[in-house]
């Protein structure tokens, strides 16, 4: 099992960071359902420094949720010494520095895949964040900027020499975004090349690909992002399925109902009842993409508004997918 520093990790499948999704309630659903290990989604270490209140509630966090990694963005040495100084106390055992983020307005501004065009900023910032974090620090980059420029294997053996303690890396360019092929070749060279953890990211939809992924490139652990969205059981289905024991069933109506539930209570006690149902819609559509005929449950999501229809909202759900054949996904 793999190891970021001093945190053993009793999983070799976490959960990516995702902006606007791995919030508290989603963290915990997943590691309700076999996560061992999470990120938060990023955080502009300037909102860390300024007590920005959104970024407050992002590092929010509480005793079930944990390991937990922090991620942050930052794109100038200044902020990240009183931003580490103010996280201080709090329980991150790990704290990651994104250089992957492919969002226009981060990487114009110098944040995230744009750092891997700036190979000596970043490892000025992380040599800053090795010294001053108290804990491992890791970076999450991109196999590049564009097809001309891959450049995973330099920057990450950089990131080794500033005093990293694992790489995570997706398999894709900036350029890409979030489409199109996984390059296997390049995270694997890049493990060919490091001492240090090496944990891949792209497209681990199932089991079979958390397994492919980590045979093909030698990876140590790989991260699910999309693919824990709606499924927080690929956690333990990934779990079994790398240790060769059983597979769990495959969740039914009531019990995806009951999680639904679970979530969305969890969501209303986070943000409070109005923000909690608008943000809980979203979460209502990843549980609901794959089954057939629930285009128009969907469609309907705007209607939600307070807890009584989104429950109202599950249960017809939950009608809808025993009468189309329970299990029956189309995705
Ligand atoms: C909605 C969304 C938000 C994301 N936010 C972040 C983020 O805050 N930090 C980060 O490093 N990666 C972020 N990612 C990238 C994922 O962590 C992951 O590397 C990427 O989605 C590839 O994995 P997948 O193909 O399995 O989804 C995000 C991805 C998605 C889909």
Not at 99 to 114: M, S
Request: aromatic share 8%; proline share 5%; hydrophobic share 40%.
């Amino acid at each position: 099992m793999p190891s970021i520093g001093n945190l053993k990790i009793n999983s070799k499948v976490m959960l990516a960071p995702m902006t606007g999704v791995t919030d508290l309630p989603y963290r915990t659903v997943c590691r309700r359902h076999g996560c061992r290990m999470a990120f938060t989604e990023m955080v502009n270490v300037k909102g860390v420094v300024y007590n920005s209140r959104r970024t407050f509630e992002i590092l929010r966090t509480d005793g079930e949720d944990s390991p937990l990694g922090l991620q942050v963005l930052a794109n100038e040495e200044k902020y990240i010494r009183p931003a580490l100084e103010k996280i201080e106390g709090m329980p991150f055992r790990v704290i990651d520095l994104n250089a992957a983020c492919p969002v226009k307005k981060n990487v114009l501004a110098g944040y995230g895949a744009a750092l891997m065009k700036d190979p000596e900023k970043l490892k000025k910032m992380l040599g800053i964040m090795v010294r001053h974090a108290g804990r491992p620090v890791t970076v999450k980059i991109r196999t590049g900027w564009d097809g001309d420029s891959v450049n995973a294997a330099d920057i990450s053996r950089m990131a080794e020499d500033a005093g990293v303690s694992a790489v995570f890396i997706h398999g894709r360019t900036r350029e890409q975004l979030y489409s199109g092929g996984v390059d296997y070749d390049t995270i694997r060279r890049v493990k060919e090349s490091l001492g240090i953890p090496v944990i891949g990211s792209g497209n681990v939809f199932s089991p079979e690909l958390a397994k492919k992924m980590l045979e093909e490139t030698g990876c140590d652990a790989v991260l699910v992002a999309r693919g824990s969205q709606g499924n927080p059981w690929i956690f333990a289905d990934a779990e079994n399925f790398l240790s060769g024991s059983r597979m769990n069933p495959r969740p039914g109506p009531d019990e995806i109902a009951e999680v639904m539930r679970s979530h969305l209570d969890m969501s209303i006690a986070f943000y409070g009842a109005f923000r909690g149902i608008r943000i809980f819609r979203k979460v209502f559509i990843y549980y609901t993409k794959c089954f057939i005929n629930s285009k128009p449950l969907r469609r309907k999501v705007v209607l939600m508004k307070d807890k009584a229809s989104a429950e109202d909202m599950i249960e017809e759900f939950r009608v809808s997918a025993v009468r189309h054949g329970g299990i029956v996904r189309s995705c």
